[in-house]
């Protein structure tokens, strides 16, 4: 577990400058969900956390140190996407024991980590299939799984369901919950779906347009509203 804190955070593309110097801090073991519209730099601020991209200014802490620097594999820090590529000619197990294949952990090794992660999502009976023989929620469970067999101290998920139908989605809200409550990773959760934040959320995020509007319980974020924009985000009566 850790905590993670973005510092002052500026990113441009070009002449546009995307992150407008964001500052949020996650406690140890926080689930923060960020929220915004579509192009507010949700995926740019995650990128930047994880080392995807390196930012113009401000700093990535986790527990004090700063990982600006880092190269994304040296961060601890694991990334889920809405679209994931799985190797289609590797076994389910073999997916998700990928990243140890660059440690040097050895193969027997491999497969028990590989097993461990599957009991947590449920893909223990699959573990020596083909992705093309799971459907679209296995996929997704494997490459979660991933990012799992890392051991990270830090979670990134980048709206993972939304690719997902409307019940399948319902079903990895209460696993995801479950997996934070049995880990207690610190996790930055990126969705539109504001049910999927108030379910999810210890503390929500408001971004527009680069700039932190909010931040605060679910309960705070809908009821007393920074501003009308979030007023209006969340669907808040005020
Ligand atoms: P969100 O995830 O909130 O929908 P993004 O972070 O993907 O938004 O994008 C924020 C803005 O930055 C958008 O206007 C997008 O076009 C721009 N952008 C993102 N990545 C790049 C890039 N690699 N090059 C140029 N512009 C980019
Ligand atoms: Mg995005």
Same mark, same amino acid.
């Given at each position: 577990?850790?905590?993670?804190?973005?510092?002052?955070?500026?990113?441009?593309?070009?002449?546009?400058?995307?992150?407008?110097?964001?500052?949020?801090?996650?406690?140890?073991?926080? $689930?923060?969900?960020?929220?915004?519209?579509?192009?507010? #730099?949700?995926?740019?601020?995650?990128?930047?956390?994880?080392?995807?991209?390196?930012?113009?200014?401000?700093?990535?802490?986790?527990?004090?140190?700063?990982?600006?620097?880092?190269?994304? !594999?040296?961060?601890?820090?694991?990334?889920?996407?809405?679209?994931?590529?799985?190797?289609?000619?590797?076994?389910?197990?073999?997916?998700?024991?990928?990243?140890?294949?660059?440690? !040097?952990?050895?193969?027997?090794?491999?497969?028990?980590?590989?097993?461990?992660?599957?009991?947590?999502?449920?893909?223990?009976?699959?573990? =020596?299939?083909?992705?093309?023989?799971?459907? #679209?929620?296995?996929?997704?469970?494997?490459?979660?799984?991933?990012?799992?067999?890392?051991?990270?101290?830090? $979670?990134?998920?980048?709206?993972?369901?939304?690719?997902? =139908?409307?019940?399948?989605?319902?079903?990895?809200?209460?696993?995801?919950? !479950? *997996?934070?409550?049995?880990? #207690?990773?610190? *996790?930055?959760?990126?969705?539109?779906?504001?049910?999927?934040?108030?379910?999810?959320?210890?503390?929500?995020?408001?971004? !527009?347009?680069?700039?932190?509007?909010?931040?605060?319980?679910?309960?705070?974020?809908?009821?007393?509203?920074?501003? *009308?924009?979030?007023? #209006?985000? *969340?669907?808040?009566?005020?």
């Amino acid at each position: 577990m850790a905590t993670l804190e973005i510092v002052n955070v500026r990113k441009s593309f070009g002449a546009v400058e995307v992150l407008k110097g964001v500052d949020i801090k996650a406690e140890d073991g926080e $689930f923060l969900v960020l929220v915004g519209p579509s192009g507010c #730099g949700k995926s740019t601020l995650l990128n930047s956390i994880a080392g995807l991209q390196s930012n113009d200014s401000g700093e990535i802490r986790i527990d004090g140190e700063d990982v600006s620097n880092l190269h994304p !594999k040296d961060r601890d820090i694991a990334m889920v996407f809405q679209t994931y590529a799985l190797y289609p000619n590797l076994s389910v197990w073999e997916n998700i024991a990928f990243p140890l294949e660059s440690r !040097k952990v050895a193969k027997k090794e491999r497969r028990k980590e590989a097993e461990r992660v599957a009991e947590l999502l449920h893909l223990t009976d699959y573990l =020596d299939r083909k992705p093309r023989q799971l459907s #679209g929620g296995q996929r997704q469970r494997v490459a979660m799984g991933r990012a799992l067999v890392r051991d990270p101290q830090v $979670f990134l998920f980048d709206e993972p369901l939304s690719n997902l =139908d409307a019940k399948l989605r319902v079903v990895m809200r209460t696993e995801i919950k !479950k *997996m934070h409550r049995t880990l #207690g990773t610190t *996790m930055v959760y990126v969705t539109h779906d504001q049910i999927e934040a108030m379910t999810l959320a210890t503390k929500i995020v408001v971004l !527009k347009g680069g700039e932190v509007q909010q931040v605060g319980s679910p309960d705070e974020v809908y009821n007393t509203p920074a501003n *009308m924009f979030v007023a #209006g985000f *969340m669907g808040s009566p005020s």
